[in-house]
């Protein structure tokens, strides 16, 4: 995973909070004799966040269609959680955020694939260029479907089909031999392409979410991290320095500090998975562990129109 994407995984922290306040204990557990919970019996088993174990999971489960193909899905649930998107336009651009409802009585935690979503013109797929990689992200679904994510905006230059038009700019153009006359003239012609396709076309639109819905130990593990105060779980290998580790003696071979441009300095970071693997291990309630095969949900689609 790219240092460069750390930004996007900080979507996920008010989320992460968010479920913290809002899980408890099974009401099924927690009804009846207090002395036969997992809680006061001591019950435990110890996990771990391991992101190349959790990439594995999601591994092969869904392949998104590639632009220009025809594509149309009915929503599906995963593990009795459902994503749901809404849309807001303004006739020239759009926004799309997305929360996870439950079918269960109470909040579920889970990892998801943040901010994937399938965008549609007349059937046929348009998605903007997102990065598709896998990054798990500690979520929460509530009956209620709350919080949503942060909005997620696209025009229409950023659409598949127009933005490989924009790279088309640069395909033919000899970066080592352009003068700095050339530079700003292909700049400008591509500036030029950009607004002239800034707004969406006309259409109908249909936005999905997905997202692998993935429980058992990771989720369990991730919870109690987050719980601790960690946030960025699927970063901690270049993060760590900031994070609850950073005291760790076990991080100084990995981590040194590193001069910015403003004149102070950042501590990088490139922590070994065995070492982020040991490190996070932690002993939690066995009632965290939910015994579900990683699956894929679908939202349904959110429609409009551009006329």
Aim: glycine share 8%.
């Amino acid at each position: 995973m790219a240092v460069g994407a750390i930004a996007i995984a900080g979507l996920s922290a008010a989320v992460g909070w968010y479920g913290v306040k809002l899980l408890v204990q099974p009401e099924s557990e927690a009804a009846g004799d207090p002395s036969a919970t997992p809680a006061a019996t001591g019950a435990t088993v110890a996990v771990t966040f391991a992101v190349d174990e959790i990439e594995a999971e999601a591994g092969g489960l869904f392949t998104p269609p590639v632009c220009g193909e025809e594509w149309t899905s009915e929503p599906s649930t995963a593990n009795g959680v459902s994503p749901q998107v809404t849309v807001e336009t303004d006739g020239t651009s759009a926004s799309a955020t997305v929360s996870y409802v439950t079918d269960a009585d109470q909040a579920t935690a889970f990892l998801a694939q943040e901010g994937q979503l399938i965008v549609t013109r007349d059937g046929v797929v348009v998605t903007p260029d997102w990065a598709s990689e896998f990054v798990p992200e500690y979520s929460v679904a509530s009956p209620e479907g709350e919080p949503a994510s942060e909005p997620v905006s696209f025009a229409g230059a950023s659409l598949c089909d127009v933005s490989a038009q924009l790279s088309s700019f640069w395909d033919d153009f000899d970066w080592s031999a352009a003068s700095d006359d050339e530079v700003a003239e292909r700049q400008a012609e591509a500036a030029a392409f950009e607004a002239e396709h800034a707004d969406l076309p006309a259409g109908e639109y249909k936005v999905y979410a997905w997202t692998p819905v993935i429980m058992g130990e990771s989720a369990a593990a991730a919870r109690a991290l987050v719980e601790e105060g960690y946030t960025d779980l699927a970063y901690l290998q270049y993060t760590a320095g900031y994070s609850p580790l950073a005291d760790s003696a076990e991080l100084e071979p990995y981590c040194h500090e590193s001069d910015t441009p403003g004149g102070g300095t950042e501590l990088l970071c490139d922590v070994p998975q065995d070492v982020l693997t040991e490190l996070l291990t932690r002993e939690v309630p066995e009632y965290y562990v939910v015994d579900a095969a990683p699956a894929i949900a679908i939202s349904e689609a959110a429609t409009f129109t551009i006329e």
